[in-house]
């Protein structure tokens, strides 16, 4: 019983599958197929007449030039000849021109002359000779009355001791010099001066 309900049901089934399959086409019947046809029209051809042209001038026959030649007259030459042992060629002298040599150009440098300073002549300490001695005086203010007139006139005049002290002994001279000539030959202006004759003493190096 239950074999015989399988097979009808297998084959309920493939009917089925059968129907669905074919059944489409039985009912729409056979499609026709509508086919577009397309139709290319070539493009006209731009430079057509342009070619044709210019074989039509490249086929022309070329026109034929004609060139008019004119005959100059016969002119007398005689004049013209020259006998080949009368003429002598003329001689180009070709002297080389020395071109001058441009002199060295000379360079010339600044040279700064270094600056000379002109130092005092400082008297070395004599250490022998002669001075002209005045005096001695106690009063300072005498004393640097007198040396003021000395070194106004012109003499080299100094004291002992080099500062004075009031109420000490200071001496007055005139020096110091190597020559004692010289001493003596001031004696008489320095005496006009100050009412002063003095005395010329060996002078000491030592007491300065």
Same mark, same amino acid.
């Given at each position: 019983?239950?074999?015989?309900?399988?097979?009808?049901?297998?084959?309920?089934?493939?009917?089925?599958?059968?129907?669905?399959?074919?059944?489409?086409?039985?009912?729409? &019947?056979?499609?026709?197929?509508?086919?577009?046809?397309?139709?290319?029209?070539?493009?006209?051809?731009?430079?057509?007449?342009?070619?044709?042209?210019?074989?039509?001038?490249?086929?022309?026959?070329?026109?034929?030039?004609?060139?008019?030649?004119?005959?100059?007259?016969?002119?007398?030459?005689?004049?013209?000849i020259v006998a080949l042992g009368e003429a002598e060629p003329k001689k180009e002298s070709t002297q080389a021109v020395?071109?001058?040599?441009?002199?060295?150009?000379?360079?010339?440098?600044?040279?700064?002359?270094?600056?000379?300073?002109?130092?005092?002549?400082?008297?070395?300490?004599?250490?022998? &000779?002669?001075?002209?001695?005045?005096? &001695?005086?106690?009063?300072?203010?005498?004393?640097?009355?007198?040396?003021?007139?000395?070194?106004?006139?012109?003499?080299?005049?100094?004291?002992?001791?080099?500062?004075?002290?009031?109420?000490?002994?200071?001496?007055?001279?005139?020096?110091?010099?190597?020559?004692?000539?010289?001493?003596?030959?001031?004696?008489?202006?320095?005496?006009?001066?100050? &009412?002063?004759?003095?005395?010329?003493?060996?002078?000491?190096?030592?007491?300065?």
């Amino acid at each position: 019983m239950n074999r015989q309900f399988q097979n009808r049901l297998v084959g309920t089934i493939v009917l089925v599958a059968l129907g669905v399959i074919f059944l489409p086409d039985l009912l729409d &019947g056979k499609k026709t197929q509508v086919v577009e046809e397309f139709t290319e029209i070539p493009l006209r051809p731009a430079q057509s007449s342009a070619s044709n042209k210019v074989n039509s001038d490249n086929n022309a026959e070329p026109a034929e030039e004609f060139q008019v030649l004119t005959i100059a007259e016969p002119q007398d030459l005689s004049n013209d000849i020259v006998a080949l042992g009368e003429a002598e060629p003329k001689k180009e002298s070709t002297q080389a021109v020395k071109q001058p040599t441009p002199a060295p150009a000379k360079i010339t440098t600044a040279v700064k002359k270094p600056e000379t300073q002109v130092a005092n002549k400082v008297k070395s300490p004599m250490t022998a &000779g002669f001075t002209l001695q005045l005096g &001695g005086f106690n009063n300072i203010t005498n004393v640097k009355a007198l040396i003021a007139q000395l070194r106004k006139a012109g003499f080299n005049a100094y004291t002992l001791p080099k500062v004075p002290v009031e109420g000490k002994l200071t001496r007055v001279f005139v020096g110091p010099e190597v020559s004692e000539e010289k001493l003596k030959a001031r004696q008489q202006p320095i005496f006009k001066l100050t &009412g002063l004759k003095g005395k010329i003493v060996a002078y000491n190096p030592q007491e300065q």
